[in-house]
């Protein structure tokens, strides 16, 4: 019986230490779902390294290795560490989607976006000639009939209060910065709404009383979304996602998604300042309008989590100050930042690399913890120091007790209340061993 080994790797500390964690709060999607498309003549084995460990002397016939974000560079190790011992070695994920040039130094082969066409026919050609494809690439054109996931892979091990169920993929914008907008190009794929019902089903008969759709703009199709959370609704389920913070305008599709049992949001507002919103080709985002949306939402019952970027051309020292007084003001429970990282195959890779202002092209250091263009108005090194103070602030235990214990907003919600306190403690945590903070 052939055998695949998904690996889902965990990133490094600035000690060089791997991140490791008791439990798996927020796991992913991508392996139990590829898991419930292998054939049953395969054996299936998922390791997710911030809770596991990787025995490399493992008696698998194909490694399968996912690239998200700062981990993408562990997984590299982890994939020459499998070649060295003779394992057949797939990577895929948008990271390697975009860079697949680089990504295919390393692995046998690559799975480029979409896998639901590429993966069944990767493990057809081993089971025909015992080898794989360079490239696989097989885009999709809708999202039906997808099985449900495997979702035995994830219970096995030590997790959070959800699972992940996912409505569709893609993204209506194209912001300039994006690696989703490199993969999609503007197209969002929306599942059937029974299918996605089925999944968060499920997900309720395995006791689970809370799910995540891990959609990147779920409201880009309002119509849509009413439909699913009408449907939601009787299953008296808690629910997470993200999408654009213009849900704050539309009162009858947020009070829909709200009375869907939807108490938690990420938003990206980017910054506080108008001209770095419209560089990243994001003009229909008003920066005046961050607070009186911010209000709206959580007044709502809705608990903000905000994503932000510093490093384009238009920030200074007293702009990224101005962002934590911002945050500050505005009582955010859950805050991220990240530095400004032109990812190639972006078109902001693009413009910059044209104007001679990347600093490097060693992709071990696009890691969004340090600044590796040249930004207008702030050095880069300057820069890569203001990213630390800022969270070393944000994450500040005075901050922390501001935006979560003395939000009166929260205290109408106990488990939310509880649940931002714990994961402002937990990014306190990687601020202090200076990592980005991230949920995983």
């Known amino acids: 019986m052939p055998k695949i080994l998904f690996v889902q790797p965990t990133q490094y500390a600035e000690n060089g230490k791997l991140c490791k964690q008791r439990k798996i709060n927020l796991p992913g999607l991508a392996f139990p779902l590829l898991a419930a498309y292998t054939p049953s003549n395969w054996e299936i084995e998922l390791l997710i390294e911030v809770v596991d460990e990787i025995n490399f002397d493992t008696e698998a016939d194909i490694v399968a290795i996912g690239s998200m974000g700062h981990a993408t560079f562990r997984g590299l190790e ?4 499998f070649k060295k011992r003779g394992r057949i070695v797939v990577m895929g994920g948008y ?10 130094k390393h692995v046998d082969s690559v799975v480029i976006g979409d896998a639901e066409i590429s993966y069944p026919k990767m493990l057809q ?3 025909d000639s015992g080898t794989v494809k360079p490239l696989y690439n097989h885009p999709i054109y809708e999202l039906k009939n997808l099985p449900i996931p495997r ?13 992940p169920v996912q409505a569709g993929r893609g993204c209506t914008y194209t912001c300039s910065f994006c690696s989703i907008a490199c993969l999609y190009e503007g197209k969002y794929l929306f599942r059937p709404v029974d299918e996605v019902i089925r999944d968060i089903e499920e997900v309720k008969r395995l006791g689970f009383k809370r799910f995540y759709l891990i959609d990147d703009n779920i409201v880009s199709n309002p119509k849509y ?3 699913l959370c009408r449907k939601i609704t009787p299953l008296k389920m808690k629910w997470a996602s993200q999408c654009a913070i213009h849900l704050a305008k539309n009162a009858e599709l947020l009070k829909i998604v709200r009375d869907s049992g939807c108490d938690l949001m990420s938003f990206g507002v980017e910054s506080i300042q108008q001209d770095a919103i419209d560089s990243l080709d994001k003009p229909w985002l008003k920066a005046n ?3 009186q949306n911010i209000k709206i939402l959580a007044q709502s019952g809705i608990t903000v989590s905000t994503e932000m970027i510093i490093g384009t051309d ?7 100050r101005e962002t934590y007084d911002f945050i500050y003001r505005n009582r955010i429970p859950i805050p991220r930042f990240y530095i400004l990282t032109p990812v190639p195959g972006t078109e902001l890779h693009k413009s910059l690399k044209e104007q001679g202002r990347m ?4 992709l071990r250091l696009f890691d969004g913890t340090r600044c590796v263009h040249i930004p207008n108005k702030i050095d880069p090194e300057k820069l890569t120091e203001m990213y630390w103070w800022l969270n070393n602030k944000v994450f500040s235990v005075k901050s922390i007790f501001h935006r979560v214990l003395f939000n009166r907003n929260l205290w109408r919600n106990p488990a939310m209340l509880m649940f931002s306190l714990a994961i402002n403690f937990h990014y306190r945590r990687y601020v202090r061993r200076k990592i980005t903070p991230n949920i995983f």
């Open 78 to 81: 982890i994939a020459t560490e």
């Open 95 to 104: 990271m390697a989607s975009i860079a697949y040039k680089e990504a295919m």
């Open 125 to 127: 050609d081993y089971e």
């Open 151 to 163: 979702y035995d892979l994830l219970t096995q091990k030590k997790i959070g209060a959800m699972l």
């Open 225 to 227: 979304l009413k439909e």
């Open 289 to 291: 309008e961050h607070e």
């Open 314 to 320: 238009f920030d200074t020292e007293d702009s990224i």
């Open 359 to 362: 600093l490097t092209d060693d």
